[in-house]
Structures are given as C-alpha cells and as structure tokens.
C-alpha cells in the first residue's frame, strides 16, 4: 500500500448498493396516470424535473405539481412518488464487504446523487444496504450539490472527519470516481464485488469476505 491509510469508506447508492431500473418507475406511473411510458419518461427524466428533485430544487409536492401540470393528469402526491421509487432491489453480493468493515472497526456512509422519495422507500424496506451499518449519509437533495461537484466531496470529507486521501469511495460512473479523485479521494470504479475487494486491498484495507 502507498499513501496514508484508509479511515472511511464512502459507496454510492444506485447500481452500487442497490440495483434500480428506471424503466419499472415509468411503467408504474403509465398505470397510476393512464398515460403511455415514453411521455412519463420525457416528463420526469427528459425535461430534467427528476434532475432538480434529486438537487433538491423542488420538495415533494412541488415535484408532484410540475409533473401533473406537464401531462394534464390527476393524481396524489404520495402515489406518484411511490410509483416511482418501487423500482430498487438490494445489491445483496455487497452485503459480506460491508460487514466486513463493520467487524474491522471501519466507519462507513453513503454518497449519493438522490431524491427524498427514493431515500425514504429504501429506508422503508429495511435492507441492510441501507441501515444501522452505516455511520452517514450524505444525499445530493440534503446538500444541494451533486456529484461530481466539488462541494459534495468537501461537504462529504467533513462528515467523515477525517483527511480526504484517507477516505476511500466507489461507484458506478466513471465521472463521480474522478471527481472524487480531484477532491483528493482514493476512489475506485465498482464494476462487481470481487473488483471492489481487489480494490479496497490494494488500499490496504484486506477484507475476509
């Protein structure tokens, strides 16, 4: 190993601790709204309103409100945002890293680009992808910045408490990895669970998992 040693580890959220399909969201508010999946795809993500949510731009209601007022339809907040958050499944293969850091003493968080919808259905499943394992969770709507901006990093390096070459991050784009690399990080790009543990080795934290 070179370099100081590891003190943290952040992992993103999406296609890193839980997998999501955004298709399934479109589909399910297609049928809360009787609209077809590609207009609800364009309303939401195309028009760049889910965007601003996970900025935290826009609270639930006004994310609710924008997309009603945008397809002429009807429906109720609470069954908009669930429709679409029912779209996320527990990466459960990462389950053995993380409790193996646990069982090394080593803190962990989450640094992701979210919304508060999509936080608060995961928290609602109770996976331990999302639970009492980790120490923080620093949310893009909660900071108002997103990855890979500089200032989620720092306000992330605050939040661990320790020097930024002493945290260690992964996660699926190859973007947010470089703009952790920028800030200073050991960040890795996750591509599957035995490359992750390669990773964090050479990092020199060796994990038995």
């Known amino acids: 190993m070179s370099g100081p040693a590891i003190e943290y580890v952040f992992f993103d959220l999406g296609n890193v601790l839980v997998h999501f399909d955004a ?25 760049g309103l889910e965007l601003g949510y996970e900025r935290g731009e826009l609270d639930d209601e006004g994310l609710a409100e924008a997309f009603r007022r945008s397809l002429g339809v009807r429906c109720e907040t609470a069954d908009l945002l669930r429709a679409m958050s029912d779209m996320f499944t527990p990466n459960t293969a990462i389950e053995p890293v993380i409790a193996s850091l646990e069982a090394a003493d080593v803190p962990a968080g989450i640094l992701s680009n979210t919304c508060a919808a999509h936080w608060q259905w995961i928290l609602s499943r109770r996976w331990p992808v999302a639970q009492s394992w980790f120490r923080d969770a620093v949310l893009s709507y909660e900071i108002m910045h997103m990855k890979p901006e500089p200032e989620i990093y720092r306000a992330a390096a605050e939040v661990a408490g320790v020097p930024p070459e002493s945290i260690f991050f992964t996660d699926d784009r190859p973007e947010n990895v470089a703009g952790a690399r920028r800030a200073g990080w050991r960040a890795e790009l996750f591509v599957d669970v035995p490359r992750l543990t390669r990773s964090l080795a050479e990092a020199g934290l060796s994990l038995f998992v």
Do not use: K, M
Request: charged share 30%; net charge negative.
């Open 23 to 47: 298709a399934i969201a479109c589909r399910n508010i297609a049928a809360l709204v009787e609209r077809d999946e590609r207009q609800v795809f364009e309303a939401l993500y195309g028009s």
